[in-house]
């Protein structure tokens, strides 16, 4: 049984529910993960001794504006000891109510949180350091949203197409 | 700034980046802003100090001064252009980071580059390291007032960047990786200026070495201070010299090799005691182990292709545009709208002079891509600061962010 099979097999023993779906593409491994189930399986695979995931490498999000669900969280871990990497994919609806914390599973959980929701704006459960990071403490909004425009002008999607043309400085008559 | 905003107050502070140590006498500490205009921060970084007399109590890193938002600039241009982005992370190695992100783009491709490629890629960002290494030791040692390094370690750092010179046309901000290959051959020059850096160079380190090895300042003022235990430093993510001074013998070079790193012969430098001095030594050491992969790189450089030969990625050669109406189509579409990567998303790791540089990227099915994230080194030790540092003395912190070799661009992008 290889590094791939056995995480998933120890995670449907403990938490039968937990993964939605699994992927593999150009030999990396995601597992997208319930949301409520994610901080029981992160916890799994840091403890148990045959994964042992110490190693948390990054956390981002990914904006698929105008898809719902909109926001997916990955997590990439490591197991030094198996010498394998994982990505766990979390789903997130509404970026208000994120992912739980994974700050109390690995201690750099909650500084890489912290740069997800000052620039994605997902706001992760339970993790109160949460604070502007990159960012002046007033800013307004989150930049790396597909909806906050880059520079001057606002990126003109079809559900916002009338509401920036209105404002499209046109050649006049 | 609105009106609204105010300074941190120690008990704010504290909440903040809640210790959980008991804090005694705590009505009669005082807060220091270090930074972030201190020379020994080794940028734009400020950092918020609680202090009893001259011991540190707690810390809370404050960054972003120098934010450009290259990730999200980086979904509006196409992935060519994208790449001069990374130049500006880390400006200190910035051939490991167009080496992460080039191999980012080519395993979202699924393509493999040429071994001529490969190995000039190998011994440019070996070259990168050790230009990066010195950078370190030379603010490093000067921060702690051994002021002659400093100038010795630029000295051979600026024949390297002659180097980059030579083979991009730029000292720094090099660009020199392509998706595919590289943006040119490197010239005739090219092999005998490395064969004589590699002759005068051990000389060189034996120098530094024997200027700080027994200098007792310098051992003073290295040796137990802050040490990370190997638990807390996998637990707070370190990578690179940082981690392997604490005695965890990891390196993505030998774990999860590219480029074909997994054909040359060299040593992981570990160390044992988790404190400044064991950093030193790791990033010594792998000097040395650069030197040895350089080495055997130039051994087997031969001649060959240099870019893969796909003319949908890797633009035609200057010749062929007189005579193929083919190349000419190829050329413009690659340098108007660029190449279609796949729907996927990949992560790619590379080993950094700092530690793990890794570039997620997401490609959506165009040109551009969806989403481009990095995972920074220096990011992630600045996190580790407060455990290093606690209970130290101010003078000491300054040792410690130097151990720890941050670059500020690649924090903040």
Known sequence: MNADQRVVEKIKAAFPDAIEETNTFRGEQTLFIRKERLKGVCQLLKKDPHLSYKFLSDICADDYLPEFPRFAVSYHLYSYDNNHRLRLRVWVDDPEEGPETVGTVWAIGSWLEMEVWDLMGIRFQGNTHLRRLFLPEDWQGHPLRKDYPLGYEEVQFSFNWQEVDAKKPYAQE | MGDNIQELTVEELRAKVGTGMEIENAEEHMLLSMGPQHPSTHGVLRLLVEL????????????????????????????????????????????????????????????????????????????????????????????????????????????????????????????????????????????????????????????????????????????????????????????????????????????????????????????????????????????????????????????????????KIVPPPRSELGHSMEAVIHHFKLWTEGFNAPVGYVYQSVESPRGEFACYLRGDGGPKPARVHFRTPSYVHVASLPIMSKGVFVADLVSIIGSIDIVLGEIDR
Not at chain 2, 53 to 82: C, Q, R
Not at chain 2, 83 to 99: A, G, Q
Not at chain 2, 158 to 168: G, K, Q, S
Not at chain 2, 256 to 265: D, K, L, N, R, V
């Open chain 2, 52 to 311: 009893d007399g001259e011991s540190i109590v707690n810390l809370a890193p404050d960054i972003g001064f120098l934010h450009t938002g290259v990730e999200k600039t980086m979904e509006s241009k196409t992935y060519t252009k994208a790449l001069v982005m990374t130049d500006r992370l880390d400006y200190l190695s910035p051939m490991s980071n167009n080496l992460g992100y080039i191999l980012a783009v080519e395993k979202l491709l699924g393509v493999e580059p040429t071994p001529r490629a490969q190995t000039i890629r190998i011994i440019l960002t070996e070259m990168a390291r050790i230009a990066s290494h010195l950078v370190w030791l030379g603010t490093h040692a000067l921060d702690m007032a051994a002021m002659s390094v400093f100038l010795y370690c630029f000295r051979e750092r600026e024949y390297i960047l002659d180097v980059f010179e030579m083979v991009a046309g730029q000292r720094m901000m090099v660009s020199y990786f392509r998706p595919g290959g590289l943006w040119r051959d490197v010239p005739d020059e090219f092999e005998p200026a490395i064969r004589q850096f590699l002759d005068f160079f051990p000389a060189k380190i034996a120098d530094y070495e024997a200027l700080l090895k027994n200098n007792p300042i310098w051992l003073d003022r290295t040796k137990g201070i802050g040490v990370v235990t190997a638990e807390q430093a996998m637990d707070w993510g370190m990578t690179g010299p940082s981690l392997r001074g604490s005695g965890v013998n990891w390196d993505i070079r030998k774990a999860q090799p590219y480029s074909g790193y997994e054909t040359y012969e060299f040593d992981v430098p570990v160390g044992t005691d988790g404190d400044v001095y064991a950093r030193y030594r790791c990033r010594m050491q792998e000097m040395w182990e650069s030197l040895r992969i350089i080495r055997q790189a130039m051994d087997r450089l031969k001649k060959g292709p240099i870019n893969i030969d796909n003319r």
